[in-house]
Structure formats: structure tokens, C-alpha cells
Nanobody, 118 residues
Framework: QVRLVESGGGSVQPGGSLRLSCAAS????????MSWYRQAPGKERELVAR????????NYADSVKGRFTISRDNAQNTVYLQMNSLKPEDTAVYYC???????????WGQGTQVTVSS
């Protein structure tokens, strides 16, 4: 069965750091563009970061550029989001996504809560 399991969320103070992990199984991870999204209370889900199948291409939302880094380890079927210099505005549920590949559909993780507050 397909699984995307996020971990690493929690509560931190502004300026702190967290590293999110998303462990994938049940599909060919190395074929997939992977991305992180987040959804804050009362807001739309937004794309945070994206990484190509081989890890060579990345892009970020302007709001996180320079603070967040997406990476992946295809040998471990895992994608990461390193979050530094966290701000209260980063508070959200963060979701891992495996983007569609030909006829194979998108897959989403269950989300992990990140809370940034004093």
C-alpha cells in the first residue's frame, strides 16, 4: 500500500529550526517530483517547496526562500524539509506530496503540525 508518513513537526520559538521528514513506500519514489505544502488555519494550502526526481532541481515559495531547504534521499525513499529561522507565519500543517507520474496519481501524506510561537 502507498504510504507517505511525515514526521518532525513540533513547537518552536521564532528563530528556531525543525527538520521534517516524509518516508515513502508502496510506489516508485525515484520517479516522482516531491513537494511540501502547508496549510495554516483559515488559509489555502500553499506550495512551500518542490524537488525534482533526482534532487537536482528545487524551487521554493518566496516566503521561505533562503530559510527552508528541500532535499531527498532516493535510497531511503525519503524527502526532507529543513526549516530555519522560523517565523510565526510558518505555523501550519505541513504535507508531503508525491506528484502524479503519467497515469499514476498524486499521493499525499497525513500532515505534521508546525507551531512557531514565543
Amino acid at each position: 500500500q502507498v504510504r507517505l508518513v511525515e514526521s518532525g513537526g513540533g513547537s518552536v520559538q521564532p528563530g528556531g529550526s525543525l527538520r521534517l521528514s516524509c518516508a515513502a513506500s508502496g510506489f516508485t519514489f525515484s520517479n516522482r517530483i516531491m513537494s511540501w505544502y502547508r496549510q495554516a488555519p483559515g488559509k489555502e494550502r500553499e506550495l512551500v517547496a518542490r524537488i525534482g526526481a533526482d534532487g537536482g532541481s528545487t524551487n521554493y515559495a518566496d516566503s521561505v526562500k533562503g530559510r527552508f531547504t528541500i532535499s531527498r534521499d532516493n535510497a531511503q525513499n525519503t524527502v526532507y524539509l529543513q526549516m530555519n529561522s522560523l517565523k510565526p507565519e510558518d505555523t501550519a500543517v505541513y504535507y508531503c506530496r508525491a506528484e502524479k507520474h503519467f497515469w499514476m496519481p498524486d499521493y499525499w501524506g497525513q500532515g505534521t503540525q508546525v507551531t512557531v510561537s514565543s
